[in-house]
């Protein structure tokens, strides 16, 4: 199946088993590929990270995660202590992903708090996107800006605009994200074309809550055969939340649909 790769974030297992069982439940049942989802301050930390990588056993790390309010927009903060301390916690979080193998960092940015504000001065941000990056490159990571509804990639144009000053880039595709936007995903895939690294995917059942792909109308064949247009060789990774679904087997289930739907297209 070319170079791409089928897995789950452990973030689908939020509230169920902490990181370093997640890692361990899914590569014992054969997950090749997923993104860790680090939620608290001590999973920041390189000596977690060695945990998970003894945990996780033959199976890849494609990204990190973090819990965007811990520190994410203080990376754009004007206060220097501010900056200071958030770039001394996101070097932990490189340094774990450098530990684990991790070759992208999913990335939210400034949270949208103050709605009436607008984040449209791409040459200024898109500057401090390109320090981060090349902070990022000091641990051989690169930076995947994902679409997010109340984060700083709410709508499509923000991407190409940072993009153009900050050209190391690259793109996390959350289809869930762009429905709550209020868009569908194309607008997005196509902006982020050939930086797209890492997709999430969900489905949505009849009553409009979020479930495992496989379970709602979600057309994944479509979504993959637009993936391949655009030359994507990343990771599509399972993300839903621990009430999306029952029993944790159906998580696994999930990921051999899906993987079972790639294959046909990514050959």
């Not at 997640?22 to 920041?44: D, K, N, Q």
């Not at 965007?68 to 301390?85: G, K, V």
Request: proline share 3%; glycine share 8%.
């Amino acid at each position: 199946m070319s170079d791409i790769q089928v897995g789950v974030s452990t973030a689908s297992l939020f509230k169920r088993k902490y990181n370093e069982e997640s890692v361990a439940y899914l590569s014992e049942h054969g997950i090749p590929a997923c993104e860790i989802f680090l939620g608290t301050y001590r999973e920041y930390k390189p000596e977690f990270a060695a945990l998970l990588k003894k945990n996780k056993g033959e199976m890849a790390v494609h990204s990190v995660h973090t819990l965007n309010t811990h520190f994410e927009p203080q990376l754009f903060s004007a206060n220097p202590r501010a900056l200071e301390d958030a770039y001394e916690i996101a070097e932990n979080v490189l340094r774990s992903a450098q530990v684990l193998g991790a070759k992208y960092y999913t990335f939210h940015g400034v949270a949208r708090v103050k709605r009436k504000i607008t984040y449209n001065d791409y040459e200024k941000i898109g500057g401090m996107y390109s320090v981060l990056c090349d902070k990022c490159a000091e641990y051989g990571v690169q930076l995947a800006l994902e679409n997010v509804e109340w984060a700083h990639y709410n709508h499509p144009g923000f991407f190409s605009g940072v993009k153009r000053f900050c050209p190391a880039l690259k793109g996390t595709l959350d289809i869930k994200q762009a429905r709550e936007a209020g868009e569908g995903y194309d607008a997005y895939l196509e902006e982020m074309g050939t930086d797209i690294v890492t997709v999430h995917v969900s489905d949505i059942d009849d009553c409009g809550n979020l479930c495992l792909p496989g379970r709602g109308p979600v057309d994944f064949k479509e979504l993959f055969v637009k993936l391949a247009a655009v030359g994507f060789g990343g990771a599509v990774l399972i993300e839903v939340y621990n009430e999306n679904y029952g029993k944790d087997e159906e998580l696994i289930a999930s990921y051999e649909y899906l993987k079972n739907v790639a294959e046909k297209i990514f050959k």
